[in-house]
């Protein structure tokens, strides 16, 4: 071109184009930046492949189905996590510790499930002999034991979280709870559940 | 014949999955694991785990005992 040859107009020529190149590099990198961010805040915010079960009560036909889909989850590969609240940390005891408590929490205690062995039934309780019918049918026909599907879950890095503030309310000290068992709050369940792709309330 | 087995005969839901994700563990990747089963549900509950988690089922053979062969491919 004419121009580019002209000694005069051919550096100044090159500075513009320059000036305008760069400033367009500028505002592409800008957006590339702000995109970027905006990425990193939707992946965060995105559902991680996770189970939360919410775990209300202690009887058989209540932790059965909780702990097998938690133990079903992290057999898919997925995290899985039990928030147990009220009668449901019954099921995470092993054991009943009577000492250091008032005469009404003593009087709870006496009348609560002890470990996971002596869980009622919903329905057809019958004074516990419901239950007993319903942990020699599960026996016969191969079902795991719920103290068997604890521990299964606990070896499948199933986290159990007991709620600390209804373990006060219903007199139920740590002392009492198996090994494994973290401890939480309402906190700990939402963080869990507001990126889960399941949550399941037993 | 594959290299490892697993029997699960007499175990029921969740059993057998959760001792063929214990068995994956173990297992690198190309090499094989023959399941053997009797959970009525042992052939959608197999398949639903290859598919999510992403390993191969190659063969399934239906019967009394059931028989799966699944190969660790990721």
Redesign the interface.
């Known amino acids: 071109m004419v121009l580019n040859s002209d000694p005069v107009l051919a550096p100044e020529l090159e500075r513009l184009i320059d000036a305008r190149v760069d400033a367009r590099v500028a505002q592409l990198q800008a957006q590339v930046e702000e995109l970027s961010a905006e990425l990193a805040e939707l992946r965060s915010q995105q559902p991680a492949d996770r189970v939360t079960i919410i775990l209300t009560g202690d009887e058989i036909d209540r932790a059965m189905p909780a702990f097998?889909i938690a133990?079903?989850a992290?057999?898919?590969?997925m995290e899985a996590n039990i928030f147990c609240t009220l009668w449901g940390i019954n099921v995470l005891k092993d054991k009943t510790i009577y000492s250091g408590k008032s005469f009404i929490k003593k009087a709870m205690t006496w009348m609560m499930p002890g470990h996971p062995d002596q869980l009622g039934l919903t329905k057809m309780h019958f004074w516990g002999a419901g239950a007993a019918l319903m942990r020699h049918m599960m026996k016969k026909?191969?079902?795991?034991s719920i103290p068997s599907l604890i521990e299964?879950a606990l070896?499948?890095d199933v986290r159990i979280i007991a709620c600390q503030m209804t373990m006060d309310l219903m007199g139920i000290s740590t002392r009492e709870i198996r090994p494994g068992v973290e401890y939480g709050g309402i906190a700990t369940y939402i963080e869990n559940a507001s990126r889960a792709k399941i949550t399941l309330f037993i | 014949m594959s290299e490892f087995q697993l029997d699960c005969c007499g175990l029921n839901c969740p059993m057998p999955i959760v001792k063929i994700a214990k068995a994956f563990r173990d297992l690198q990747i190309g090499q094989t694991l023959e399941v053997k089963a009797t959970d009525p549900a042992f052939r959608a509950d197999v398949e639903a785990w290859v598919r999510k988690t992403g390993q191969q089922l190659i063969r399934y053979e239906e019967g009394p005992v059931k028989i799966a062969l699944i190969q660790k491919v990721k």
């Open positions: 097998i133990l079903g992290a057999s898919f590969g026909h191969n079902v795991e299964q070896e499948m």
